[in-house]
């Protein structure tokens, strides 16, 4: 077992020869046995126990084994007392999950506190098992047929070359006992109905069951490289991050994060299945990427599909992805000219009314001069609203907001988040960031000049 063990360590490049490694000891067998063979390999290994007194005297008896273990062993000892049902408490977490990322958190604290270059675990073969069937029974695809990685950042697997038997075999061999966790003995988790239930009934019929699982794991693994190298293709293919620059709002954040080209990805064999991939990390589900899909190949644009916290939306040729625009801007009245503080000090606008002969014509979005004896305060900035029209600088008619932004090839996130500045008569003098209304334009015969800047 030493042997097989020490082939997949290279085969996989788990371990450095000099290298300083954790191992995570329980003092059940699994763990042990890993104790036992890093040791033999002569790596450099401290172990770390956690106590989580859940289990009354039993949890208290695996401590003072592996505490003798290691003393026998010459290997340092770090052990952490944990208050498992409290932190599930306050956390409302259930036991399980909050005695791993307890485990897990200290695990790294203390991995980076020593300089280790890993975590080694002792998941084995009928672990990875346990995982694949779970999760095929729970609904999965390529990455959960994979079930245990041999290496997940620091945390590294170093048995799952190897079963449950070849551990207690190799531990009868070197007459060394383990404790037994007792809720392992029960079927109240449900990898343990997987592990005393399922996993036999599937040996019963065939007894290479485990072994030929696993080996589809293995398989899968090879798999998940292919299809995670053209997910990556048709990333850096499809997807343009950023917004229009020929409608960069001024005003701050449109929440535009990127486009899919709706052209490409259905051209790919499995769209639905690619843009889930694309979409998937904004909290979209596989059953909105095959709606969003349809959509596309319907011909239907302007469809809105929203997760928790981001929405993609349709268009004639893309899918725009972005954060939701909310709607907490409340309207704001300028009844002066001076300085005002937008949205508690993220914007400010400042109004300043000057003599016609300090006028220029910026040519910054941001920076607008108008006629001040044609603008009639008090002003009010609010957000666009259905139905919005105004005159754009240069032209004769009105025009609605919507279809001007339209025109300008802004994105859906831009057109919710675009202010607009009114003023008493309920009149947009300015679509800021982007054009003043041709309706106080400063003329020839301009006498005072209200010059706005929006930083």
Same mark, same amino acid.
């Given at each position: 077992? !030493? ?5 997949? !360590? ?34 450099? !290994? ?9 289990? *009354? ?61 890993? !975590? ?18 729970? *609904? ?101 991050? *950023? ?54 190949a319907a011909g239907n644009t302007g ?7 981001? %929405? ?106 675009q202010l607009v500045l009114l003023d ?11 054009? %003043? ?19």
């Open positions: 077992m !030493i042997k097989t063990v020490s082939d997949y !360590i290279a085969a996989h490049k788990l371990l450095a020869p000099y290298g300083k490694y954790l191992v995570a000891l329980s003092g059940g067998a699994d763990s042990v046995a890993l104790l036992l063979v890093l040791c033999r390999l002569g790596y450099s !290994i401290e172990a770390v126990h956690c106590n989580f007194h859940l289990r *009354g005297d039993e949890s208290d008896r695996d401590e003072h084994f592996v505490t003798n273990l290691c003393l026998r062993l010459g290997v340092v000892l770090h052990k952490v007392h944990f208050d498992t049902r409290e932190y599930a408490a306050v956390r409302k977490q259930s036991i399980e999950l909050a005695a791993r990322n307890l485990r897990y958190g200290y695990f790294e604290q203390l991995r980076s506190d020593i300089g280790a270059d890993g !975590i080694c675990v002792a998941h084995h073969r009928d672990d990875l098992v346990e995982t694949v069937l779970m999760n095929i029974v729970r *609904g999965t695809g390529i990455h959960g047929m994979v079930g245990i990685r041999p290496r997940n950042g620091y945390i590294l697997r170093p048995l799952l070359c190897i079963g449950r038997s070849d551990i207690e075999h190799f531990l009868a061999e070197q007459h060394q006992d383990y404790v037994t966790d007792s809720t392992n003995l029960e079927d109240d988790a449900t990898r343990n109905v997987f592990r005393h239930h399922v996993v036999p009934l599937l040996q019963s019929i065939n007894p290479a069951a485990v072994e030929n699982i696993a080996g589809t794991a293995r398989l899968m693994t090879d798999v998940e490289t292919i299809y995670n190298t053209d997910i990556d293709r048709c990333r850096r293919e499809f997807v343009v991050t *950023g917004g229009n620059k020929d409608c960069a709002m001024a005003s701050g954040s449109n929440g535009l994060e990127f486009r899919i080209m709706a052209d490409r990805l259905l051209l790919h064999p499995v769209p639905s299945t690619v843009l889930y991939e694309l979409i998937s990390p904004y909290g979209f589900s596989g059953v909105q990427a095959s709606g969003i899909i349809a959509s596309l469809k809105v599909f929203r997760s928790s916290s981001y %929405t993609a939306v349709t268009c004639r040729d893309c899918i725009e992805v972005g954060k939701t625009v909310t709607s907490n801007f409340a309207p704001m009245r300028l009844l002066v000219d001076g300085i005002y503080v937008i949205n508690g000090g993220e914007k400010k606008i400042n109004l300043e009314i000057t003599g016609s002969g300090a006028a220029e014509i910026s040519r910054c979005p941001d920076v607008v001069t108008l006629d001040a004896d044609k603008v009639k305060f008090p002003l009010t900035l609010r957000r666009v609203e259905n139905g919005d029209r105004f005159r754009p600088f240069g032209m004769k008619g009105s025009k609605l907001v919507s279809d001007f932004m339209t025109d300008a090839k802004c994105s859906y996130f831009e057109k919710q988040s008493s008569t309920d009149t947009i003098i300015w679509l800021v960031g982007r054009r %003043t209304s041709d309706v106080c334009k400063v003329q020839a015969d301009t006498k005072n000049i209200l010059k706005i800047y929006f930083s």
